[in-house]
Structures are given as structure tokens and as C-alpha cells.
């Protein structure tokens, strides 16, 4: 296999992978999406759940910093979320003025299906390669998401 050709059919599947979990992303966002008035979620709520999740227990002020919106709005905004019961603020020890957003068990619910099927896609690779094929693919798929896609960093860091 020529070097271009190897080239092409990695970033091929690269880009397949990015848009079957984009997808199936949204997919969830919009089933999520319920009427139910006690529990109602904008499509805008289930991102923003995601995201604060993705997060991990960001504070409002990072919130809203990520979203580009200002305290006020992104303040509204977490205020409703927590009046549904899906995420709690939990006030700092050391400055009272900051609060970390939590995510409650309705929402790891409402999530959590990420989480299953990559166990289910872990399973599916074990029963398909070697335990030493595995090892090179975690390598790889190590140093694809540590260090060579280093310009991404800042919006995982979430620090903008």
C-alpha cells in the first residue's frame, strides 16, 4: 500500500468515526428531548448537560466562559437545570463566591449511554483482535488523543 494511500484510508475512517459519534450524538440530544413539563430539556439543556459533564464540574464562571455568554444569561440558564433536579452548584470551601456544577444521577442517566457503548465497542474489539494487536491499538489511540492533537487542547482544558 502506497504512503498516500495509507494516508487517505486513515483519515477516511478518522473522519467516519468523528461523524458516527457526531451523529449518534445528536440522535440522543434530540430523543432526549422530552414534553413531559417537570422534566421538559431544550436541545440547547441536553448540550449544556454534555457539556458540564464533559467538563467535569466546571464552575459557572468556566461555564459560561466556554459557551461565550454572559454570567447572567449562563446563571439563568444553570438555574433551570437545577430547578429540574439534573445538576447541582456546590459552593466552594475556599472562595464563597464560586460554585462547581455537578451533575446529578438523572442526568448520568440521561447520558449515560456514551458510556455503554464504548463498553459494548470494547468488547467487539477483544473478540476481534489479539490482546497484542489490542496493545498497539492502545498505544496509537493513546497518542492520538495525548499528544497529536495538541490544538484541540485548549477547549478540553476549557480555559478560554
Known amino acids: 500500500m502506497r504512503n498516500t494511500e495509507m494516508k487517505d484510508n486513515i483519515a477516511?475512517?478518522?473522519?467516519?468515526?468523528?461523524?458516527?459519534?457526531?451523529l449518534y450524538t445528536f440522535?440522543?440530544?434530540?430523543r432526549k428531548i422530552?414534553?413531559?413539563e417537570e422534566d421538559s430539556l431544550t436541545a440547547l439543556e441536553v448540550l449544556s448537560l454534555d457539556l458540564i459533564q464533559?467538563?467535569?464540574n466546571p464552575t459557572q464562571t468556566e461555564f459560561a466562559r466556554y459557551i461565550n455568554v454572559s454570567m447572567p444569561n449562563a446563571t439563568y440558564k444553570l438555574n433551570s437545570l437545577?430547578?429540574?433536579?439534573y445538576i447541582t452548584k456546590e459552593q466552594s470551601t475556599e472562595d464563597g463566591r464560586i460554585f462547581y456544577l455537578r451533575v446529578t444521577e438523572k442526568t448520568?442517566?440521561?447520558?449515560?449511554?456514551?458510556?455503554?457503548?464504548?463498553?459494548?465497542?470494547?468488547?467487539r474489539l477483544q473478540r476481534e483482535f489479539k490482546p497484542e494487536?489490542?496493545?498497539v491499538f492502545e498505544k496509537v489511540i493513546h497518542a492520538v488523543s495525548n499528544?497529536?492533537?495538541?490544538?484541540?487542547?485548549?477547549?478540553?482544558?476549557?480555559?478560554?
Open 12 to 22: 477516511q475512517d478518522l473522519y467516519e468515526i468523528y461523524r458516527k459519534v457526531k
Open 27 to 30: 440522535h440522543r440530544i434530540f
Open 34 to 36: 422530552t414534553t413531559k
Open 54 to 56: 464533559g467538563m467535569e
Open 82 to 85: 437545577e430547578k429540574k433536579g
Open 108 to 123: 448520568k442517566e440521561l447520558l449515560g449511554t456514551s458510556e455503554r457503548y464504548l463498553d459494548i465497542l470494547y468488547r
Open 133 to 135: 494487536e489490542l496493545k
Open 147 to 160: 499528544d497529536l492533537m495538541v490544538e484541540l487542547d485548549r477547549y478540553v482544558e476549557y480555559r478560554i
